[in-house]
């Protein structure tokens, strides 16, 4: 091997530690300070008692009765939601995507307004809904916790107050995701600790506490605080 090879080698080399160091330094401050197991937790009518003060406080009757729910999340992607159609249109870059949630070959797909067809039809109302099932979790996760499929659990936090874990056995884009719902002494959720496929690192908590009561009455959140970052939920509408 040739000197002149062995010095490009050391440069590359030194080059890939200096940029991937700091990340596999901070990966592993994080994992330490809050890699958590999954808690166990009590199923039955004490852990149902819990998601339901959680639901009331909320006004879950005005969310029912809530028809459209719009809103934009971390500034890329945009949601005009017909919940009582269970239809969605989706925008983000230039595309736009019109989800029927019931019937997803009913779905339509366009690039600069101009219709998408074939493979790139499918592209994109699977990116669509991938996007659509995330960010609107994030939005309407405590209204879900009754849905189909959805496992509820009463679990004793670090402090001794008592926390709802939730588990979602089937459906959405990662069945099996769970959540450790913690609230404030009005009962409303004000964060939750996740093991979720997507991160490496059980337990990373975010907050559910900057609520904003839309026109319907339903209470909907507008910043999540993860880690060193914040989920911003902004133009949130909700009509009847």
């Known amino acids: ?33 809050y890699n958590e197991d999954l808690p166990v937790g009590t199923s039955g009518e004490q852990a149902d008692s819990l998601a339901q003060s959680m639901l009331e406080s909320l006004d879950y009757e005005a969310y029912k009765n809530t028809n459209y729910l719009e ?26 995507a019109t989800l029927d949630l019931n019937n997803h070959k009913e779905s339509k797909a366009y690039v600069h307004n101009f219709k998408a ?7 994109l109302i699977d990116t669509a809904l991938e996007y659509f099932n995330n960010d609107s979790f994030w939005v309407v996760a405590p209204y879900k916790i009754f849905d189909s499929g959805v496992k509820r659990t009463l679990v004793k936090d670090n402090y001794g107050n008592d926390a709802l874990l939730v588990t979602y056995t089937q459906g959405g884009t990662t069945p099996g995701d769970s959540y450790l719902w913690q609230f404030d002494t009005n009962g409303r959720p004000k964060s939750f600790k996740m093991w979720v496929s997507i991160l490496p690192i059980g337990g990373l908590e975010a907050s559910w506490n900057d609520w904003e009561t839309t026109e319907s009455g339903a209470w909907l959140p507008t910043l999540h605080r993860f880690l060193f970052m914040g989920l911003q939920i902004s133009h949130i509408k909700g009509t009847e």
Not at 7 to 25: E, N, Q, R, W
Not at 117 to 123: V, Y
């Open 1 to 33: 091997m040739s000197k002149k090879l062995k010095k490009t080698i050391k440069i590359i080399a030194g080059i890939v530690v200096f940029l991937t160091l700091p990340s596999v330094l901070l990966f592993g401050f994080v994992y330490f300070k």
């Open 117 to 123: 067809e074939g493979q790139k039809r499918i592209e």
């Open 71 to 96: 809103w934009t999340f971390k500034n890329r992607r945009h949601y005009k939601w017909h919940k009582n159609k269970n239809t969605c249109t989706v925008y983000w870059k230039d595309y736009k």
